[in-house]
C-alpha cells in the first residue's frame, strides 16, 4: 500500500520528476492476419533512457491484471496468468534491460504488516458482502415490478484474497512464470543477452524489499559499476522512498500514468504537446496500423517514469541552507536519510501516522521546514549508517510538533467545515440546475434557440428517418409481401391487411416513426407467436385459424396435402410437375411470407431481441445498484460522529478514552507501553528499509498512534530499541492463517478451515463476521480504521 497521497504530493511539489515513456507498439504480419511480428528489444530505446537493471514488484501487476476494475473480467486462472506475462512483455520491450532483469513475487510479510493486509483483507470481504446484498434487494424489487427482464445471477466474483503466499493460485503461478521465463529465454535473444532472477512467493519477504536487498548486495561486491541504471516498477508509493535509500545515482520509478482530477489530466496534456512526446507517440502508434492498434499488447494505461537523480537535485536545492551545518561531517547522504525517516510520521504500512501530521493538509512541508530550522543546533543528523537513529534528536522534531497541535487541530477543523459547505454548496447547485432542465428551461450554460431555430430542429427531426425496432422491421418485412399478393397468413395478414405501402401498422399505429419500447415488445410478442404456431393475442388476432381453404370446400379427394410451418394445409396444383413437390415447396413458401433462410433470420432476430432486453436490464441493475451504493455513502458521510472533537478542549482525554484506545492501552500494559511501541516502530521501519527485517515477529500492538506531545524524553528507549529479537519468518499457511477471513477459508487447506467457521474453534474470536471500524472523523468507509483483535500466535499455533 505504502504511504497514501504521497506521490500526489510529491508530484505535484516537484513536477519535473516525472517523464512520459514513449512505447514502440507490436505489429502484424499483414492487416487482416492475426501473426505477431517478433518485437526486437535489442533496439535503442525511443525513450533515451539506456536501461541496466529491470526489477518488477510483481504483485503491483497481478493485482490488476487478476480482477482488473475496468474492462473484462478473465475467464479463467490461466487467462490471469496469461494477462501477467502479457504485461512483464510490455515491460521488458518499453524499458529494454541489457543485464538483469528480477522478478519478486511477495512471500511471507513480516508480522508488522500482517496487521495491515488482515485488516485490508477482513474489510473487503464485508463490502463484498454488503454490496451484493444491495445488488439481491434491487434484483428481487425489479423481478416483483416485472417492467424490466433482469438478467440471471451471475457466478460470484472471483476473489482476490487468494493473492497470498502459500494459496494454490501463487503455486500456480509461480510455475506458469518459470515456464514463461524459459520459453523467452529460449526464443528472445534481448532475453538471452540478461540474467534473469524469479523470487516467487516461497521465499520470505515483500517483493521491493527483496529487490532492495539484492541492491544492497550488489552494492557491496568489489567490481560493483557505480553507474548502473535502475529501473524498478510497482505501484507503492514508498518506492520513492526506497529507492532514495538506495543512494544510487542512477535510479527511476515505473509505473502507469496517474491522473488527480480534470486539472492534473488538462496539465498532463499541455506538458505532453510542449515536449513533443504527444506527437512522438502518435507517429509511434501509426506505424503498425489500426488493425495492430486493437491488439490487447498495444492497450494500456500510458507509462509514465520518476526520475529519482531529478528528485536529489530538488531536494539539495531545498535543503541547501543545510549545506553549511557546523557538523564534522556535512553530508548531503546523511541528509537523505533523514528526509526518508521524517515520511515515517505521516504514516506507512506498519505505523498509524501521528494525529497531527496528515500529509493532505501540509504535514510533510511542516516537518520539512522544522528540519531546515533546528537541524544546526542539534549538533549531528537525526540518523546515520545502516538505518541507526538518535532519539535525543528526534525527539527535539517532536517536541516542535507537540507545541502545535492545538493549532493544527484547530485549523483542520475549519477546513473540513469549509470543505463541507462547499460541497453542500455544489450539490444544490447540481439539484437547480437538474430541476430546470426537467422544466423546460435551458440546461446549464447553453444559450437559447435562436428565433425559428426551434421549428427547423423539429422540422429536421421529423424528416430524418428513424429506426424500428427488430422485431418490428420484421413484421414490416412481411407486410409487404402480403401487401404484394403472397398470401395472407392469421395475425401476420391482419397486420399488413389494407396496408400496400412501406408503412406497417400495429395495434393501429404507424411503424414509420420510432416506435416506443412497448410497441417493440408487443411487435416482438406477434412474432414470437407467429413463430410458435399460436393465436396472436390482443388486437392482434383478427384472423381465425377456421378460414382454411378446406373449410370452403375447395379441397378434393385425389389432392394431396402437406403442413406448412404455421400447421395449415396447402392445396396441391395438379398442374405442376409431377406430384407437384417442386411448386409445393414454392407454394409453402409464398404461404408462409418468407423463405427459409428468412425464418432462421427470424430466429436470429428473436433472440436478439431477447439479449437486447437482457442487456437493457443489465445496465438498468447496475445504474441503481451504483446509486444505491451512493446513497449509502452520502448516508455514511452524514452519520458520522466525532467524539473526540479534537478542535475542542479536552481532546486529549477524549481520544485515549473514545477511540477503543482505553481498553487498548490497559491491555497492553498502560500509556508507557504504547509510547514506548510507537518509537521502537520508528527504529523498527528505519532498519527495515536499509539493512533488512530487524525482526519477524515484532508488531504495533496498537490501531491508533499516540500525540506527538506525549512523547517526550523518548531516548529512555533506547535500549528497547536495540532489542528486536531475531527470529524466523511465518510459514505459508501461518500467514494464511492470521490474514484471511472466513469468506475466503477455501484458500487454505481444508484440514484448518474449521477454525476460521465452527463455534467450537478455539481461535474463532479472530475471525469476526462484521468487522468493528472507526470512522475516526473521517466521511468514507475506506479511510475508516478497520479494529479488529490482533492475532495471538500462541493460540493461532497451538490450534493449527
Known amino acids: ?23 514502440e507498439r507490436v505489429h502484424l504480419a499483414s492487416e487482416s492476419g492475426s501473426i505477431r511480428v517478433p518485437f526486437d528489444s535489442t533496439r535503442p530505446n525511443p525513450s533515451g533512457l539506456e536501461c541496466d537493471n529491470l526489477y518488477i514488484d510483481m504483485n503491483g501487476i497481478i493485482h490488476p491484471c487478476s480482477h482488473p476494475e475496468h474492462g473484462p473480467q478473465p475467464a479463467n486462472e490461466v487467462e490471469m496468468y496469461e494477462n501477467v506475462c502479457r504485461y512483464v512483455d510490455r515491460l521488458f520491450r518499453a524499458v529494454r534491460p541489457r543485464r538483469c532483469l528480477y522478478l519478486a513475487i511477495d512471500g511471507v510479510a513480516p508480522r508488522a504488516k500482517m496487521n495491515q493486509q488482515r485488516a485490508r483483507r477482513f474489510r473487503s470481504a464485508q463490502e463484498a458482502r454488503e454490496g451484493q446484498a444491495v445488488e439481491d434487494a434491487i434484483r428481487e424489487q425489479l423481478t416483483a415490478d416485472g417492467t424490466v427482464r433482469v438478467p440471471p445471477k451471475k457466478k460470484g466474483a472471483w476473489d482476490s484474497n487468494v493473492i497470498t503466499p502459500g494459496t494454490n493460485f501463487m503455486l500456480n503461478l509461480s ?214 537513529v538518535n532519539l535525543s534528536h528526534v525527539d527535539v522534531i517532536l517536541a516542535e510538533v507537540g507545541a502545535i497541535e492545538d493549532h493544527v487541530f484547530l485549523m483542520k477543523h475549519e477546513a473540513d467545515e469549509s470543505q463541507k459547505r462547499r460541497r453542500e454548496q455544489n450539490k444544490a447547485r447540481s439539484a437547480r440546475a437538474r430541476a430546470q432542465g426537467r422544466g423546460g428551461s435551458t440546461r446549464g450554460d447553453e444559450p437559447p434557440p435562436r428565433p425559428g431555430q426551434q421549428q427547423q430542429q423539429q422540422a429536421a427531426a421529423s424528416a430524418a428517418p428513424r429506426r424500428l425496432g427488430r422485431a418490428a422491421r420484421i413484421l414490416e418485412k412481411r407486410g409487404k409481401d402480403d401487401a404484394a399478393g403472397g398470401g395472407e397468413d392469421d395475425g401476420i395478414a391482419a397486420l399488413g391487411r ?22 417493440n415488445e408487443k411487435a416482438a410478442e406477434a412474432l414470437r407467436a407467429k413463430l410458435l404456431g399460436k393465436k396472436p393475442s390482443g388486437n392482434n388476432a383478427t384472423a381465425e385459424t377456421g378460414d382454411k381453404k378446406q373449410e370452403n370446400g375447395t379441397d378434393t379427394a385425389d389432392s394431396s396435402t402437406e403442413p406448412t410451418g404455421d400447421g395449415d394445409e396447402k392445396k396441391e396444383d395438379p398442374s405442376n410437375g409431377v406430384n407437384g413437390e417442386d411448386d409445393d415447396e414454392k407454394e409453402k413458401v409464398v404461404e408462409v411470407g418468407v423463405d427459409l433462410d428468412d425464418e432462421n433470420e427470424s430466429d436470429s432476430e428473436e433472440s436478439e431481441v431477447d439479449q437486447a432486453a437482457l442487456d437493457a436490464g443489465e445496465k438498468i441493475l447496475k445504474e441503481k445498484v451504483k446509486t444505491a451504493q451512493e446513497k449509502q455513502l452520502d448516508t455514511y458521510a452524514k452519520n458520522v460522529v466525532d467524539n473526540v472533537r479534537l478542535h475542542e478542549a479536552g481532546w486529549k482525554d477524549r481520544y485515549y478514552r473514545d477511540k477503543c484506545k482505553a481498553d487498548d492501552v490497559a491491555q497492553h500494559g498502560g500509556r508507557e507501553h504504547l509510547f514506548r511501541s510507537y518509537v521502537m516502530g520508528l527504529c523498527w521501519v528505519m532498519k527495515y528499509y536499509y539493512d533488512g527485517v530487524p525482526s519477524w515477529k515484532w508488531y504495533f500492538p496498537f490501531h491508533y498512534a499516540p500525540f506527538a506531545s506525549d512523547l517526550k524524553n523518548i531516548e529512555r528507549f533506547a535500549k528497547d530499541c536495540q532489542s528486536f529479537e531475531q527470529n524466523d519468518p511465518f510459514a505459508p499457511i501461518e500467514q494464511l492463517m492470521a490474514v484471511l477471513p472466513e469468506d475466503s477459508s477455501h484458500a487454505v487447506p481444508k484440514a484448518s478451515r474449521w477454525l476460521m467457521a465452527d463455534s467450537e474453534s478455539p481461535i474463532i474470536d479472530f475471525y469476526p463476521k462484521d468487522v468493528k471500524c472507526d470512522p475516526n472523523g473521517k466521511a468514507m468507509p475506506w479511510l475508516w480504521v478497520v479494529l479488529l483483535p490482533f492475532i495471538d500466535e500462541d493460540r493461532l499455533f497451538s490450534a493449527m
Open 1 to 23: 500500500m505504502g504511504v497514501p497521497a504521497f506521490y500526489r504530493w510529491l508530484s505535484e511539489k516537484y513536477p519535473k520528476i516525472v517523464s512520459d515513456v514513449l512505447e
Open 175 to 388: 510455475e506458469f512464470l518459470r515456464f514463461y521465463i524459459r520459453k523467452r529465454v529460449s526464443t528472445d535473444k534481448a532475453w538471452r543477452n540478461v540474467r534473469v532472477i524469479f523470487s516467487d512467493a516461497s521465499i520470505p519477504g515483500e517483493g521491493e524489499h527483496k529487490i532492495m536487498a539484492h541492491v544492497r548486495l550488489q552494492r557491496t561486491q568489489p567490481n560493483y559499476d557505480p553507474n548502473l541504471v535502475h529501473v524498478l516498477h510497482g505501484l507503492d508509493a514508498d518506492l520513492i522512498m526506497l529507492a532514495l535509500a538506495t543512494h544510487e545515482a542512477h535510479f527511476y520509478i515505473l509505473r502507469e500514468e496517474v491522473l488527480f482530477g480534470r486539472r492534473s489530466q488538462e496539465e498532463t496534456e499541455r506538458r505532453r504537446e510542449r515536449s513533443g512526446f504527444a506527437d512522438a507517440q502518435r507517429q509511434l502508434d501509426e506505424e503498425p496500423g489500426t488493425a495492430a492498434m486493437e491488439l490487447l499488447e498495444n492497450k494500456g494505461k500510458p507509462l509514465q517514469r520518476l526520475s529519482i537523480p531529478i528528485l536529489r537535485e530538488y531536494l539539495a536545492n531545498e535543503f541547501k541552507c543545510c549545506a553549511t551545518v557546523p557538523f564534522r561531517e556535512v553530508s548531503f547522504e546523511r541528509l537523505v536519510d533523514d528526509i526518508v525517516f521524517l515520511c515515517f510520521f505521516v504514516g506507512n504500512d506498519f505505523l498509524p501516522h501521528l494525529p497531527s501530521l496528515d500529509i493532505r493538509v501540509g504535514a510533510l512541508d511542516f516537518l520539512f521546514n522544522v528540519y531546515k530550522r533546528i537541524l544546526p543546533t542539534l549538533g549531528d543528523y537525526i540518523t546515520s549508517h545502516g538505518g541507526e
Open 498 to 519: 389494407g396496408n400496400a405501402s412501406s408503412k406497417l401498422e400495429v395495434n393501429g399505429k404507424k411503424a414509420d416513426g420510432h416506435r416506443s419500447k412497448e410497441e
